[in-house]
C-alpha cells in the first residue's frame, strides 16, 4: 500500500510499508514462483502509489524488469495526480494490456466543497484513468463526512448517510450497470450509453453558484 511513500512511522499511525520500485520488484521474483507453485488462482495486485505519477514510474520500471507477466492486476490511488498524468498512464496500461483499478481515493476537506471536490475527482478519475474498477477510501468512518459514504456512532451502534454517500448517487442512480462510458468535450461531465445504443445518459457537475 502506497509503497514508494516515507510517511509510515514504525509506530503505526497508518497502514503501509516502505518498499523502493527495485525491492518491490525484487520481492514479486520472490513471491511469483511460490504463488505459483501453490496452486492457488491468487494474483499480484501492484503497486498501490498514491501518486498516479509513481505509478507510471513503477510501471515502467516492471516492464524494463521483465516482470510485467508476473502481475495480475495493476492498481493506482488518485489522492495525488492531475488529467495529463492520468491520461499518460492509462495509455501505458493500455498499451501493456493489464487489468486496472482505480483502487481507492478520498479528498478531504470541508462541508460542501470537499464533496464537490470527490464528485469531480471521480469524474476526472472515470474520464481520463479509463480504469475497471473506481473504488473509495472506505465506505463507514466515525466522526467524518468526507472520508466516508456513511458516519457512525460505533458505541450505540447507528449509522447514518450523509453528502457523499448522494454524490455518489448522482452517477450511480442514472449510469447503470452494462452502460459504457463514451467521450464528451466538458471536463465537468461524464457520458455513458446503454448497450443497445438507445439511451444516453449525461451526468454532470455544477459547482458555480447559479443554477
Given at each position: 500500500?502506497?509503497?514508494?511513500?516515507?510517511?509510515?512511522?514504525?509506530?503505526?499511525?497508518?497502514?503501509?510499508?516502505?518498499?523502493?520500485?527495485?525491492?518491490?520488484?525484487?520481492?514479486?521474483?520472490?513471491?511469483?514462483?511460490?504463488?505459483?507453485?501453490?496452486?492457488?488462482?491468487?494474483?499480484?495486485?501492484?503497486?498501490?502509489?498514491?501518486?498516479?505519477?509513481?505509478?507510471?514510474?513503477?510501471?515502467?520500471?516492471?516492464?524494463?524488469?521483465?516482470?510485467?507477466?508476473?502481475?495480475?492486476?495493476?492498481?493506482?490511488?488518485?489522492?495525488?495526480?492531475?488529467?495529463?498524468?492520468?491520461?499518460?498512464?492509462?495509455?501505458?496500461?493500455?498499451?501493456?494490456?493489464?487489468?486496472?483499478?482505480?483502487?481507492?481515493?478520498?479528498?478531504?476537506g470541508q462541508g460542501i466543497h470537499g464533496n464537490l471536490c470527490m464528485a469531480q475527482r471521480l469524474i476526472e478519475d472515470v474520464r481520463c484513468l479509463k480504469a475497471a474498477a473506481w473504488v473509495d477510501w472506505q465506505y463507514v468512518e466515525q466522526g467524518s463526512d468526507q472520508w466516508s459514504l456513511v458516519t457512525c456512532d460505533s458505541e450505540w451502534k447507528e449509522y447514518f448517510r450523509h453528502r457523499n454517500y448522494y454524490v455518489r448517487c448522482h452517477f450511480s442512480r442514472f449510469i447503470p450497470a452494462g452502460y459504457t462510458f463514451v467521450d464528451c468535450s466538458d471536463p465537468n461531465s461524464l457520458a455513458a450509453i446503454s448497450a443497445d445504443g438507445k439511451k444516453l445518459v449525461y451526468v454532470t457537475l455544477n459547482t458555480a453558484s447559479e443554477a
Open positions: 500500500n502506497e509503497p514508494v511513500t516515507d510517511y509510515w512511522p514504525c509506530s503505526g499511525s497508518q497502514e503501509g510499508c516502505h518498499f523502493s520500485v527495485p525491492a518491490q520488484i525484487e520481492f514479486i521474483k520472490v513471491l511469483h514462483p511460490i504463488l505459483k507453485e501453490s496452486g492457488l488462482k491468487t494474483v499480484i495486485s501492484a503497486s498501490d502509489e498514491t501518486s498516479v505519477a509513481q505509478s507510471t514510474i513503477d510501471l515502467r520500471a516492471y516492464v524494463d524488469a521483465g516482470i510485467i507477466d508476473m502481475i495480475g492486476q495493476w492498481n493506482t490511488h488518485t489522492y495525488q495526480g492531475n488529467a495529463e498524468e492520468k491520461k499518460e498512464l492509462a495509455q501505458l496500461v493500455d498499451s501493456i494490456g493489464i487489468h486496472f483499478w482505480q483502487s481507492e481515493t478520498g479528498s478531504g
